[in-house]
């Protein structure tokens, strides 16, 4: 069962448009939701994580939006590079638990 | 800050022979490491969930006989694949929590097992 559902699968976006991931979760105890970016060959890097306290949070370029009643976060990366293409995985945990991953998103930023 | 390394990057080996894998937290301690596979464009998978002096937590389907974890130190965890075979060919990737921070768990980059 599929705990953290991720939209689209894949994305192109044109150099300094931007980019929108959409993340849908079912369980209502998920605490923390954090936003990973995957180079080929590497492991995940942490980009942005946010709690259900606030409804927004921004880092440079990029922003996460949470939306608690529709159980949705989503991450915009701003002025999208072409440094920027990269899979993107949501993820969320309860209390310290083991992270449910999203299948991943392929973002390509064309020049 | 919060760094982890895995070595080796990558590894070739032949079918049936054992190899470990080693993950370290270079400037955090952790209490709680966790170890993954990742197949081509696909999500990762988690494994297992170790926490130091004690055993593994083995996630659904995964043999504890084949991928024997030990977490001996705040800083190290290694997994050992026994006995491979070209199915257990895949990105192995750790992670690591620190002890004191809630929810962030930081990975590594990863080690890439090939099994002839």
């Known amino acids: 069962q599929q705990q953290v559902k991720q939209s689209p699968q894949s994305l192109i976006v044109q150099k300094g448009g931007i980019s929108i991931i959409n993340c849908a979760y079912e369980n209502t105890a998920f605490d923390y939701f954090p936003w990973y970016q995957q180079f080929p060959g590497k492991g995940p890097a942490l980009l942005i994580a946010?709690?259900?306290?606030?409804s927004e949070k921004k880092e440079g370029r990029f922003t996460i939006s949470f939306n608690k009643s529709a159980k949705q976060f989503s991450l915009h990366i701003m002025d999208s590079q072409p440094g920027d293409s990269a899979t993107y995985f949501c993820a969320a945990s309860r209390r310290n638990n083991r992270l449910a991953f999203g299948k991943g998103n392929q973002v390509v930023v064309i020049p | 800050g919060a760094v982890v390394s895995q070595h080796p990057s990558w590894v070739i080996c032949k079918s049936g022979t054992s190899v470990k894998i080693e993950c370290r937290s270079l400037?955090?301690?952790?209490?709680?490491m966790f170890w993954y596979r990742q197949f081509p464009k696909q999500s990762l998978m988690l494994m297992a969930t170790?926490?130091?002096?004690?055993?593994?937590?083995?996630e659904q389907g995964v043999e504890k006989d084949k991928f024997l974890i030990n977490h001996a130190s705040l800083t190290l965890s290694t997994l050992t694949v026994t006995s491979a075979h070209p199915e257990d060919s895949s990105f192995y990737i750790c992670?690591?929590?620190?002890?004191?921070?809630?929810?962030?768990?930081?990975f590594g980059p990863g080690t890439r097992l090939t099994v002839l």
């Open positions: 400037d955090f301690q952790a209490t709680t």
């Open positions: 170790s926490n130091e002096g004690s055993k593994a937590t083995y």
């Open positions: 992670s690591a929590r620190p002890s004191l921070v809630g929810g962030e768990q930081f």
């Open positions: 946010i709690r259900p306290d606030v």
